[in-house]
Each structure stands twice: as structure tokens, then as C-alpha cells.
């Protein structure tokens, strides 16, 4: 179907930006486009959401939402939520029903109060643990109350399948499924972030010496220390860098020809960030390769970049002087403030972030397995940046996981394989550092083996800047966050 789905919203005028927000999010990850209207069309599907049904409307062609307000109380409460219980087979937190939405093609439950919660992050920016930087999936609010990790692509798919429905009862075509670029099934963000390059021989031998330890004494693993110390003897034997590896890797993209994110590092505010300086003209000159090359250069802000925004402007402003303007984003360790974040990325021209990742855990931080606009609560509008979840890292699965061989890759491939049914599109990091064996044996390898499963279960493999200029074509039509319509 190439109409618009028309959406009736029947709410307080202060709910509309959130509302309108949670919908336009998730049809546009589905590619079905929609226009508010304030009375229903004259033919074609419809949906309502709304506290009740007004008997002259067609509802035999409309699909309907509940609208409770209670359900939206949270957002006058920092209260932590107790409990999350299944309402008409989907998990919500708000369980609040409307009246009159109990039969098929209704849900009862205020599911954009519910989607919005999560898409908001609001137990990270306003729960009990709003100001730890660092979100781990222990903590959080999907490990402390049972909540699926996907929770939001479940209300999507909710969604979906009532409008499927509807269609089916219409005779009347569904929407296609939105096609990535190159018409790919889904898409795969591929990314590096750039944490250490070593100065000298000494920075070489020091890396090596607390890679075997890390081996030997927090995995207990003698037989990876072996081969990490081998991976980098054979480094040295035949004079080649072990950890920096960012040629090397573009060479490979090259010859596959997909291409990755870089994120080069600039601050130095605290013991965990990186080792090199952008101010020296060695480390410039070798970084120089990632623009020279063509691909995607990004900043990755500083430990503590987002406790004074002005230091990530400042990052990103050196970056630019020193390399090349970044167009996307990545924060060292997933550290930040979750505001701070996304208005500094706003002043500095960032048009994309992937920091919204568990560092402990594989899969979605805010539920959603697709491209979306953090909201910033403060204006009541979503933020012009570009969220690509992080849903892999090397680091998660080795050193949190501890996996490794046919038990990483099995953790790669289910990843993929429901990405792949979702038609989803996610971002992955794989650090420079494990790419010549010396640092986590077998995770180059790992790499390599996913790219070219992606491509071959017709995914894409690709960029943060590619995606981003696809998504953001796409969001000119929805009111939320462009040249969306609205009549009424």
C-alpha cells in the first residue's frame, strides 16, 4: 500500500510531541508512513488512539489503541517502577486498560506510554541510578524486573500484526517492508574504535605482558595467553605493529568491499582513556589513512567528556582541525550522561551516536532493534541525532561473557539471525587491537566470518554515515522529526 495510515489521536494536548513521537518511530521502522488527521479517513485503515470510541466513526476499518492516562503518571514521578506484568500477551509496566478495547483489533493497554518509557531511557536519565555514566544490563531495569531486552520491537510487532489484520479483513494490500540500502534484508553498522596505538617497542612489549596476565588471572585461561603471546612474537618476528592494525584493516574492508566507522579518540581527562594524542604529528599522519581511504571518520568522545559538555564540543572541534570533521559518535568505555550527551552532539554538528549499548550484555539497551532519535525531555522534542544501538563488542563478549571460538560465534549468529527476521539495523564494534591475534585470539577471525555471514544472508554491511543519510531521508516524512503532515 503506498496511502498513508491515517492516526486519530485522542489525548491531552501536553501528551501529542510523545505520542506522535513513539508512532512515528516505530512505523518508520517498518516503512509504513502515517498522517495525523483529527477525524478518520473516508476509506482505508485507520487508527485510533484514544480512551474511547466515538460509535459514528468506521471502526470496522480501524485499529485501536488505548489511551490511559494513567499510564503516562510516570512522567511526574522518579519513583522506580516495582513490577512489569503481561497484559494481553505483551509485558508492560503500565498495565492500565481502556474499556471497550478487550475484543480483536484492539490493544488494551496505553502501549505508546509504555514504548515511550523505554525509548526515552527513563530509568536511566531519571531512576535511582541517573548519575552512574556507565549502564550496565546488571542494573538495569530489563535484568531487575524480567523485561525482554527487545521489549519495543514486541510492540511493534503487536502493532503489525493487528494492522496485518485489519488489512486482511479490507482486502486491502499491507504495507511493504522497509528496504535497506542495495535492497538488503537488514543492516549491520560495522565500527572500530581506536583505543590505543603503541609509540614505541616498550608500548608493544607492556601490552603484550598485561594481555598474557589478563589471560592468566581474570579468565583463567593459560591456553588464550599462549596464543596471544605467540600472535605476538610472530608481530614481532616479522616487524609488524600487533595492536595498532588500522591499515590492515582497511586494506580487508576494501577488498570485501564494505566499509566501517572509525572512532579516533582526542581527550585525555581520566586514567581509562587512550594512550595516544591527536596533537602529534605521528599519531595524525597514521590516523590519516581513515579519511584518505574514503571511510567514515568519527570522534570517540572522552571518559568524561559529558561532565562538562563543553569538553565533547571541544573534542569534536580538535578532531576536526587535527583529522577531518566527525560525522558520528561513539563514547570510550559507554560512558556519558545521557542529556549532556546528545545536546553537546547537537552544538558540535554530530549527526549520529552508537553509544546506547550494554558493555555487559548483547542486544538492545532501550528495546528497540532499529535506528531512532533519543528524546530530550527538557525541549519536548526528540534530539537531531541519529541513535545507532550497539548491539556487539568484542570486549562484551570476551571479557564480560567470556566466550570465545564456536560459543562466541554462535552468540554472533543468533544475533544476526533475528536481526535478519526483524529487518532491523544495529551497530557492532570490533577495536583495532584484537585484529593481528595478539590481544584475544580468534576475534579477527570472528570478525571477518561476520561480515561475510552478513553478506550472505543478504544483509548490508556498512557505515554509521551510510545509515544515517538513508534514516534521515526517511524521517522527512514523519511529522516527529521533519517534513511530516498533519491536517485537522
Known amino acids: 500500500m503506498s496511502e498513508p495510515l491515517h492516526i486519530v489521536l485522542r489525548c491531552n494536548d501536553p501528551l501529542l510531541p510523545k505520542v506522535r513521537y513513539v508512532f512515528d518511530t516505530l512505523f518508520m521502522a517498518r516503512g509504513v508512513p502515517v498522517v495525523y488527521s483529527s477525524l478518520p479517513p473516508a476509506h482505508g485503515p485507520w487508527l485510533l488512539y484514544g480512551s474511547s470510541k466515538e460509535p459514528s466513526w468506521p471502526l470496522e476499518r480501524c485499529l485501536a489503541v488505548a489511551h490511559c492516562p494513567e499510564s503516562w503518571l510516570f512522567l511526574e514521578s522518579h519513583a522506580a ?9 505483551s509485558i508492560v509496566l503500565f498495565p492500565k486498560t481502556a474499556s471497550g478495547f478487550e475484543t480483536a483489533l484492539n490493544i488494551p493497554f496505553d502501549l505508546a506510554a509504555n514504548a515511550f518509557y523505554f525509548l526515552s531511557a527513563w530509568s536511566e536519565r531519571l531512576g535511582p541510578d541517573k548519575d552512574e555514566t556507565r549502564s550496565l544490563y546488571s542494573n538495569s531495569i530489563f ?17 503489525m500484526t493487528q494492522l496485518h489484520a485489519l488489512c486482511v479483513r479490507l482486502e486491502t494490500e499491507p504495507w511493504h517492508a522497509l528496504a535497506w540500502p542495495q535492497d538488503a534484508a537488514y543492516a549491520l553498522i560495522l565500527s572500530h ?23 592468566l588471572v581474570r579468565h583463567r585461561d593459560p591456553a588464550d595467553a599462549w596464543r596471544a603471546a605467540a600472535g605476538l612474537a610472530r608481530a614481532l618476528m616479522h616487524r609488524n605493529d600487533p595492536y595498532g592494525c588500522v591499515p590492515d584493516i582497511i586494506e580487508r574492508e576494501t577488498e570485501l568491499g564494505v566499509r566501517a566507522s572509525f572512532q579516533v579518540a582526542v581527550g585525555h581527562r581520566h586514567p581509562n582513556d587512550v594512550n595516544y594524542r591527536i596533537e602529534d604529528d605521528r599519531i595524525r599522519d597514521y590516523l590519516r589513512a581513515i579519511p ?20 565533547y564540543v571541544e573534542e569534536a572541534a580538535l578532531l576536526t582541525r587535527r583529522l577531518g570533521r566527525p560525522s558520528g559518535s561513539r563514547q570510550h568505555f559507554l560512558s556519558f550522561h545521557y542529556d549532556a550527551l546528545f545536546s553537546a552532539q547537537e552544538q558540535a554538528g554530530i549527526q549520529y551516536d552508537m553509544s546506547m549499548g550494554f558493555p555487559d550484555r548483547t542486544g538492545p539497551r532501550a528495546g528497540f532493534s532499529y535506528p531512532y ?14 541513535q545507532l544501538n550497539l548491539f556487539l563488542m568484542d570486549v ?11 560459543r562466541a560465534w554462535e552468540a554472533i549468529r543468533t544475533t544476526l539471525d533475528t536481526l535478519r527476521r526483524k529487518r532491523g539495523c544495529v551497530s557492532i564494534v570490533w577495536h583495532p587491537i584484537v585484529f593481528k591475534g595478539a590481544r584475544d585470539p580468534g576475534y579477527d577471525r570472528l570478525f571477518w566470518k561476520m561480515v561475510g555471514y552478513t553478506l550472505e544472508t543478504n544483509g548490508l554491511a556498512t557505515d554509521g554515515r551510510t545509515i544515517n543519510d538513508f534514516w534521515r531521508r526517511q524521517a522527512k516524512n514523519y511529522i516527529s522529526f521533519g517534513e511530516g503532515s498533519k491536517d485537522g
Request: hydrophobic share 45%; glycine share 8%.
Open 143 to 159: 535484568a531487575r524486573l524480567g523485561v525482554p531486552q527487545d521489549i519495543v520491537d514486541q510492540y511493534l510487532d503487536a502493532l
Open 373 to 386: 532519535f533519543p528524546y530530550c525531555l527538557a525541549e519536548d522534542r526528540p534530539y537531531n541525532v541519529l
Open 193 to 215: 574504535d581506536v583505543d590505543f596505538i603503541p609509540a614505541n617497542l616498550i608500548d608493544i612489549v607492556k601490552q603484550g605482558a598485561k594481555t598474557v596476565l589478563r589471560h
Open 292 to 311: 584518505d581511504a574514503g571511510f567514515d571518520l568519527c570522534l570517540h568522545g572522552s571518559y568524561r567528556s559529558t561532565e562538562n559538555p563543553v569538553w
Open 396 to 406: 562484551t563478549l570476551r571479557g564480560y561473557l567470556g566466550l570465545k571460538g564456536a
Open 81 to 89: 517502577i516495582e513490577a512489569a506484568v503481561a497484559v494481553d500477551g
